[in-house]
């Protein structure tokens, strides 16, 4: 059956009580207290001002860390309300326990805007049963019985709305109480998603679906076992793969190289003989790091040396991509029309094993500007966008990182189904 969506752009919401499910799982200075980087507040503002632009009002509901035990002042949204009051440009209010609202909604006025605290002082939002269990038995009946009550708490906060809009990218493969559940209690016509998660689909639609070539997937970061399901359903759509980071050397130690004490997931040695074969069958190039800033141990100020990557001295281990490598990778990128980067060359955390990181930022932003589509997901590349301050010259950055890991991967996200139906 075809569903027709509800698009937030051409909906009325004034009159209407809307509650949107937002990603506020902001960082927490650890000393202040303070929101350390708002970005996911200001992802979640054209959906909020839309909605008191028309003369709704907006009930917002999200996570925050991940409470073992219900109200921890540590992990309560009170904390975040003055950085959504600077970002609105306005007053909010806050209610201290998300199940118990009805009394400030009714009160909600059109034009305001209210918080609920942390959804996940509730088990239900998950539907992950906390506490311990004398055996499997025990905890699978616990997680049935927390089934039910999740509705129930679902149910609840659909109450409180005529609307439902979920704008959470970043919890959207999850099937939680907030994300998907709720959906179940409004009609088609009045759940749709924020301006966000419409943002994000299209920006990875258009490289799943409508990439120009050469398309250059880069992939980096610790595990080829995180990375190999997306590098799978990319090598039907890709011309070229840049493999970075620590899973460059399950690679080359499969390939018979010396790879001295770096990281390698042995028994994912012959998935990754199996990957190079399926790209050499489907003529993907793929471009793995030739040389590589060598540590002598996994430290910030350990002594470095450089060296092929597939000889690596003993005692040494690879940390980073070096010249040669960044000089292949950065044409490659360069010549590009469409870039999906996920994960980084290196140990980009510690200054030294960096530049590989950093140069691959800047080879993006540059394909950018010479005409190519850049999408950029996942935590540590993002945040390497931003530390070279590059956000505003790539086309795209994910807010969300396992949920943009599972699309990319052609996985259907309950977040998203719940809404569009697929
Ligand atoms: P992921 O979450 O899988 O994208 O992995 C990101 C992490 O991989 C970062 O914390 C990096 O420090 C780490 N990483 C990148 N390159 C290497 C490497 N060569 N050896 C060990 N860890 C690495």
């Not at 199940?99 to 805007?113: F, H, Q, S």
């Not at 708490?153 to 939680?176: C, E, I, P, Q, W």
């Not at 960096?354 to 999408?375: D, E, I, P, Q």
């Not at 993002?382 to 990182?401: E, H, P, R």
Request: glycine share 8%; proline share 3%; with cysteine.
């Amino acid at each position: 059956m075809l569903n027709i969506m509800q698009l937030i752009d051409n909906f009325n919401f004034a009159g209407k009580k809307a509650i949107v499910r937002v990603d506020f799982n902001v960082p927490l200075n650890k000393e202040t207290g303070a929101v350390s980087d708002d970005t996911r507040i200001r992802g979640a503002l054209p959906t909020i001002k839309k909605i008191i632009a028309d003369g709704g009002s907006a009930i917002l509901m999200s996570h925050m860390g991940r409470p073992k035990q219900n109200p921890d002042p540590k992990f309560s949204l009170k904390q975040i309300v003055s950085a959504i009051e600077s970002n609105l440009g306005m007053k909010i209010q806050f209610v201290d326990d998300c199940m118990k609202a009805d009394a400030a909604v009714a009160a909600l006025k059109p034009g305001e805007v209210l918080l609920l605290e942390n959804l996940r002082f509730y088990e239900e939002e998950e539907g992950k049963p906390r506490g311990e269990f004398a055996n499997d038995d025990e905890k699978a009946a616990a997680k049935k019985a927390l089934k039910d009550k999740q509705k129930e708490f679902a149910k609840k906060l659909a109450s409180y709305a005529n609307v439902y809009v979920n704008d959470a990218f970043g919890t959207a493969h999850r099937a939680h109480g907030s994300t998907a559940v709720i959906a179940d209690y409004f009609d088609e016509n009045s759940k749709m998603f924020g301006f966000l998660i419409n943002s994000e689909l299209k920006a990875m639609d258009s490289v799943l679906n409508e990439a120009k070539a050469p398309f250059t997937a880069i992939m980096g970061g610790a595990k080829v076992s995180d990375k190999i399901m997306i590098i799978e359903n990319l090598l039907n759509r890709v011309q070229n793969l840049i493999i970075g980071g620590g899973m460059t050397y399950t690679f080359i130690k499969a390939l018979g190289g010396k790879i001295g004490n770096s990281l390698c997931e042995e028994d994912k040695m012959d998935l990754a003989l199996e990957i190079l074969n399926k790209a050499k069958e489907k003529g993907v190039k793929v471009y793995l790091p030739t040389d590589a800033v060598n540590a002598d141990a996994f430290d910030a100020n350990a002594n470095t040396c450089v060296s092929k990557t597939n000889e690596t001295p003993d005692g040494w281990m690879g940390l980073d991509i070096a010249d040669e490598s960044i000089k292949t990778f950065d044409e490659v990128i360069a010549n590009s029309k469409t870039v999906l980067w996920n994960g980084p060359m290196g140990v980009f955390e510690m200054d030294k094993f960096a530049k590989g990181t950093t140069a691959v930022a800047h080879a993006v932003a540059k394909a950018t500007s010479n005409g190519a589509f850049t999408l950029i997901g996942g935590g540590d590349s993002v945040a390497a966008i931003n530390k070279n301050k590059l956000a505003d010259k790539v086309s795209y950055v994910s807010t969300g990182g396992g949920a943009m890991l599972e699309y990319m991967e052609g996985k259907v996200l309950p977040g998203i189904k719940a809404i569009r139906g697929k």
